[in-house]
């Protein structure tokens, strides 16, 4: 489906877009969550008079499965979470784990090799995933930030090699330099081909990579069309970063937040106000009510 690069759609469009949408998909970080990390009032009740309509509303985040449990609960989603990227899906009713795609203990002790390079050691965070425990090689100044924001304890190891006795459902890179986490980006992209591993940013400042499989886009086909039994066109999702590209290419009407960087922009149908401007709840209402 072709990308309109405007910011809006036309009035009978939206109409249409309104009454095909069954679900609705929310990114938690820079598009329901700001500077807060809370959903405000005004996206809460948006979200409720969405899901009033009969529209079911699920959670779609690179969040660990323990740190985005609150928000699912917060909106009162009856659907799966779908954390990591979409590497691990679970039902929190029932405690089902539909998917957990994990990265191989081969190219999981290669990234560790990669970011214990002289050159990289000291100006990156390493956090590895293993069965939603966040393990880490020290407590960084960025670690603590990450793990306060995220209501997770971060557990230091020294080598993260000696953790590795089950495979990583995620390895993060965190340094607040930029520059660094985009020349990270572009030397792994040349290590692996997508068909080894999945690499994204889900903000400037992190790195992140799971199983080439993993992405938002790939979790999200999976709930609307083997779980709900949907078809694109009955899917909204709204998101703000390279992490949320997929899963706004997948869906019948991609939402991109204000705050979202050009090029994600660029792909979406319409893009709405920042997150500190509730924009979530904007689109919401443009389209669903």
Not at 182 to 207: C, I
Request: aromatic share 6%; glycine share 6%.
């Amino acid at each position: 489906m072709q990308k309109a690069s405007a910011t809006h759609l036309a009035s009978t469009d939206r109409q249409a877009a309104a009454k095909d949408i069954k679900l609705l998909v929310l990114d938690i970080d820079g598009t329901i969550a700001g500077h807060s990390n809370t959903i405000s009032a005004c996206v809460k009740q948006a979200i409720v008079a969405a899901q009033a309509r009969g529209i079911q509303v699920a959670i779609a985040t690179g969040r660990m499965y323990r740190s985005a449990l609150r928000f699912h609960q917060d909106i009162g989603s009856t659907l799966p979470l779908m954390a990591y990227q979409g590497a691990w899906i679970q039902d929190p009713i029932t405690q089902k784990i539909h998917r957990h795609w994990v990265i191989s203990r081969e190219i999981a002790h290669q990234l560790i090799d990669y970011f214990e390079q002289p050159e990289l050691r000291s100006l990156l965070s390493v956090h590895f995933y293993i069965d939603d425990q966040l393990y880490v090689r020290e407590l960084t100044k960025e670690t603590k930030i990450y793990a306060e924001r995220s209501g997770v304890i971060a557990i230091p190891v020294g080598d993260l090699h000696q953790i590795l006795t089950n495979e990583p459902t995620k390895i993060l890179a965190l340094s607040d330099d930029t520059d660094v986490i985009d020349k990270l980006l572009e030397n792994l992209r040349r290590q692996y081909t997508p068909a080894e591993l999945y690499l994204t940013t889900s903000v400037a400042t992190f790195f992140e990579a799971t199983n080439a499989s993993v992405n938002k886009g790939t979790a999200v086909r999976y709930l609307a069309e083997e779980l709900l039994g949907l078809e694109l066109a009955n899917v909204m999702a709204i998101g703000d970063n390279f992490n949320d590209v997929e899963m706004l290419e997948y869906v019948g009407l991609g939402v991109a937040m204000g705050n979202a960087p050009a090029r994600v922009q660029a792909i979406a149908q319409w893009v709405a106000p920042s997150v500190e401007e509730d924009g979530a709840a904007v689109a919401i209402e443009k389209f669903l009510l």
